[in-house]
């Protein structure tokens, strides 16, 4: 199971690359055309803007990969990336509202299998947040 939830995490950074491409102008995509318009269509930010914007969507992109990399390796710390990569493309939704909105349910989907997994008790997420509850204490100090 984690091998198939770091594929979707893998596929949610492809989908960010594009966040990133149409800002800077790399590609054109009708669903999802060129604006220097942000937080739908509430605040134009010009073209520096943009790009900044598009930035952080490469970030976010950068985000899943690793997450997803941390959840196929069982990192001991996949459970932060995951959260830090959820919560920075939620935000990215927000900005990108509403040509963003199929992210925001993505990433609600993606959510929703966490969650599943932890209750079901599959692969890695599971297993991570068994550990964090019970981490032994550090007895080191007491010799």
Known sequence: MRWLIAALFAAHAIA???GFAV???LISNPEV???TVVLGGRWDVGGGGIRLVGLVWLVAAAAFLI???AIAVEARWA???TIAALVLSLLMCVVGWPAARVGLYLNLALVAVLLLSS???WGWFSATTQEARHVAPDNSLSR
């Open 16 to 18: 960010h690359g594009v």
């Open 23 to 25: 800002n800077w102008q």
């Open 67 to 69: 997450a997803a990399a």
């Open 33 to 35: 055309p060129f604006t």
């Open 79 to 81: 459970f932060g990336a």
């Open 119 to 121: 209750v079901l008790g």
